[in-house]
């Protein structure tokens, strides 16, 4: 089966809300959470995937956590690209990058390539204490990287930039810097970032924002949008950003599901229809 990016973003509400639900430990997410997603994904996407395949994908997540956080670390000071979530490597850190590939070899798939839900592995996988059996290495790069992209991708390499010249001693100072930046810095403000855009992503959205998204749904009378926007504006959050996340020719199962629990309310395979 091929794992998509809808499915990926199931996957990432549902862990959300078992996170909200106290259903993650130091090293693991308790089995209710990996049940779970497994019963979302299938109420939301009509997929069959088992507990096992939903570990293996947070473990894909983890492994880049754990990669991508080591790469950032390093006293080389490798740059991060915030926008495109990716470890940026040019000619001018070219040297110490195939120093560092030298001792990390699978490192070099990381090279100037996007790392798909870059935020959410953070705040879902941050906090996890790789040991043992869970502990990720570089032996997992390539593993980790199997089926993030449909189509190979190359990310090539820029020329240098134009040499600055920059004097010896603020060149001497950088270089100090670099080595004196505490590791944990880079990831803690990553899980900081991560966790204001999930409180910003729980709260509570307005009625016109409801009714922007509910209107384009196609299949729904007048009187049926207003009933789902009261719907969603009295329930949880995440129903509405569910919807917001579903591709448009899933939104109005969701929304008929939804209604389908209110009263007065009948699914057809046509129309909704008020009884």
Known sequence: M???KEMDNILAISLYDSLSQGLKTDK??????????VDYLAKSLSVNVTKEQV?????????????????????SGFPWDEEKKMIVIT??????????????????????????????????CGTDRATGEGAETFEDADEAMVGEDENDV??????????????????????????????????????????K????????????EIYEVVSTVLGLSQQEIFKAVQLLLNGDPEQFYLLK??????????????????????????PLSVL
């Open 245 to 270: 996340s579903l591709p448009d020719d899933k939104k109005y199962d969701w929304l008929a599901f939804l209604l389908s629990s209110v009263k007065n309310f009948s699914i057809d395979y046509g």
């Open 91 to 124: 000619a001018d850190n070219m040297s110490a990058w195939k120093d560092y590939v030298q001792e990390n070899g699978k490192a070099n798939v990381y090279a100037n390539r996007p790392i798909e839900r870059w935020d959410d592995i953070v705040m879902l």
């Open 2 to 4: 091929q794992w998509t």
């Open 28 to 37: 693991d997410w308790k089995p209710q959470a990996y049940q779970a997603a």
């Open 154 to 195: 190359e990310y090539p390499i820029p020329p240098a930039a134009p040499p600055t010249q920059p004097s010896t001693s603020s060149t001497i100072e950088s270089h100090q810097k670099k080595r004196r930046k505490d590791p944990l810095v880079a990831i803690v403000g990553d899980i900081a970032s991560s966790l």
């Open 55 to 75: 570990k293996n994908k947070v473990r894909q997540w983890r492994k880049h956590f754990s990669i991508i956080s080591e790469i950032k670390s390093h006293q």
């Open 197 to 208: 855009e999930y409180m910003n992503l729980k709260k509570k959205p307005s009625g016109q």
